[in-house]
C-alpha cells in the first residue's frame, strides 16, 4: 500500500501515527568490525483510522514521501507539519498531542464507548464527527448515534464561542465608553476647580461713588 493511500482517508482522516525505537542492523558497520553491529532506528507505526493495521516504516523516509506527497497534492499541507510536531513531542518524551477535543473524558459518551473509541484510534470528537461508513461499521451498534451526538455537540460549542467572542466585544466597549466619560469627567472637574481659583483670586471692584464721572470711550463699547 502506497504512503499517500495509508494517510489520506476520508473525509479528513490523518493516520493514527505512534513511534518507536527499534535496532536495526548496520550491515557496513558489522562487516567492518566482523561482528554483529546494531544502531537505535526510529520507526513510524501507522494505522488508518477505524483500521487495526499496522504499517512500519523509518521515519526519515516517512517524512520524506509525505512531503511529496504533499507537494504532488496527495494530501494536505498541513498534515506534515502535524505529523512533525506529533514526532518531536516523542523525541522529547512528551505524549503525543491530541489534535481536537479528546474522547477520552468526553461526557457525552459512557467510559465503555470512550473505551471502545479509543481502541479504534478514534480520539476527538471530531474524529467521531467526520467518521465514514466502514468506520460506522466498526463500531457497530449506536454508531450513528455517536456520530449524530458528536456533530451536534460541535456545532453547540461553536455557536457558544462565536456568542462568547460576541459578549468579550461588547464588554470591550463599554469599558472604552466607560474610560472616556471618566476621562470627560476628570476634564469637567479641572475646569471648574480652574474657574473657581480664579474667581477667589480676583478682586472684586469696589462701588463707584455718587458723581464719579466715568470716563468711557466709544472704543470701550465695542463687542466682539
Not at 112 to 121: D, N, S
Request: charged content about 25%; hydrophobic content about 40%; aromatic content about 6%.
Amino acid at each position: 500500500m502506497a504512503l499517500s493511500q495509508l494517510v489520506q482517508q476520508e473525509p479528513g482522516g490523518m493516520a493514527y501515527v505512534r513511534f518507536e525505537k527499534i535496532a536495526q542492523e548496520d550491515k557496513a558497520a558489522s562487516l567492518a568490525a566482523g561482528h554483529y553491529v546494531a544502531k537505535d532506528v526510529d520507526m513510524a507505526l501507522i494505522t488508518p483510522p477505524y483500521s487495526k493495521d499496522i504499517m512500519k516504516y523509518k521515519v526519515s523516509s516517512w517524512f520524506e514521501q509525505l512531503k511529496t506527497d504533499s507537494l504532488n497534492g496527495r494530501i494536505p499541507d498541513d498534515w506534515v507539519d502535524r505529523y512533525k510536531a506529533a514526532y518531536e513531542s516523542w523525541q522529547k518524551g512528551q505524549e503525543l498531542p491530541v489534535d481536537g477535543i479528546p474522547i477520552k473524558g468526553w461526557g457525552v459518551c459512557s467510559p465503555a464507548q470512550q473505551e471502545t473509541l479509543i481502541k479504534m484510534h478514534i480520539l476527538t470528537v471530531e474524529q467521531l464527527a467526520d467518521i465514514n461508513h466502514e468506520g460506522l461499521q466498526r463500531i457497530g451498534m449506536g454508531a450513528i448515534e455517536l456520530k449524530n451526538k458528536a456533530t451536534a455537540w460541535l456545532k453547540s460549542l461553536k455557536k457558544s464561542g462565536a456568542i462568547t467572542l460576541e459578549n468579550v466585544e461588547l464588554k470591550r466597549q463599554v469599558e472604552e465608553q466607560s474610560l472616556t466619560i471618566d476621562g470627560m469627567e476628570k476634564k469637567i472637574s479641572d475646569l471648574a476647580n480652574m474657574v473657581k481659583q480664579l474667581s477667589d483670586n480676583t478682586p472684586m471692584p469696589g462701588p463707584v461713588a455718587m458723581g464719579t464721572v466715568l470716563n468711557i470711550s466709544a472704543s470701550d463699547l465695542e463687542i466682539d
